[in-house]
T-cell receptor, first 111, second 114 residues
Framework: QKEVEQDPGPLSVPEGAIVSLNCTYS??????FMWYRQYSRKGPELLMY??SSGNKEDGRFTAQVDKSSKYISLFIRDSQPSDSATYLCAMRRNSNYQLIWGAGTKLIIKP | NAGVTQTPKFQVLKTGQSMTLQCAQD?????MYWYRQDPGMGLRLIYY???????DKGEVPNGYNVSRLNKREFSLRLESAAPSQTSVYFCASSEGGLAGGELFFGEGSRLTVL
């Protein structure tokens, strides 16, 4: 079983919809949680960074961490065609600096 | 801003051939990394260099070697390529090492081993 599970999609939604992307993990020691966005044939770029539990908002994006359920989410409001990309979650422990990555969810926003 | 530059962008090799992937960053970052990305597997760390003069193995180092040539450059070498090394390779850099800071990625090098 992988340490981090992420549905590969594709997830296809109409423009303007609210999108929910999720990852589950098995290691309760993970403390740092990240979302990266990767456009086709490009490298990933950091979107959101959260420590421990709670919510973090940045414009149309909200990252949510539920450590009791070992579940993290990324919400995108008022989705745009330019949001079409693969979204990768990543996480790590305090004591081990290696990032563990989800496989990524491909998101398609239809105009 | 160039950021992280990888060369070559595409390469086709035959089994047993060798090659070196080059990476350079212009952000004065201390730490550099090599990842491979395979469908359904996520990113997996091959090697990293926390600072100039040091290198350490990551999750999947077998079949690879690295050289941190200077603060800017970090190369990845395949001594005897195998079909299992067909992948997209990403170089990344960060200011604070694995412990902190955003990773900045290059655009990737797509390698096919026949």
């Amino acid at each position: 079983q992988k340490e981090v599970e992420q549905d590969p999609g594709p997830l296809s939604v109409p423009e303007g919809a609210i999108v929910s992307l999720n990852c589950t993990y098995s290691n309760s020691a993970f403390q740092y949680f990240m979302w990266y966005r990767q456009y086709s044939r490009k490298g990933p770029e950091l979107l959101m960074y959260t420590y421990s539990s709670g919510n973090k908002e940045d414009g149309r994006f909200t990252a949510q961490v539920d450590k009791s359920s070992k579940y993290i989410s990324l919400f995108i409001r008022d989705s745009q065609p330019s949001d079409s990309a693969t979204y990768l979650c990543a996480m790590r422990r305090n004591s081990n600096y290696q990032l563990i990555w989800g496989a990524g969810t491909k998101l398609i926003i239809k105009p | 801003n160039a950021g992280v530059t990888q060369t070559p962008k595409f390469q086709v090799l035959k089994t047993g051939q060798s090659m070196t992937l080059q990476c350079a960053q212009d952000m004065n970052h201390n730490s550099m990394y090599w990842y491979r990305q395979d469908p359904g597997m996520g990113l997996r760390l091959i090697y990293y260099s926390a600072s100039e003069g040091t290198t350490d193995k990551g999750e999947v180092p077998n079949g690879y070697n690295v050289s941190r040539l200077n603060k800017r450059e970090f190369s990845l070498r395949l001594e005897s390529a195998a079909p299992s090394q067909t992948s997209v390779y990403f170089c990344a850099s960060s200011e604070g090492g694995l412990a902190g800071g955003e990773l900045f990625f290059g655009e990737g090098s797509r390698l096919t081993v026949l």
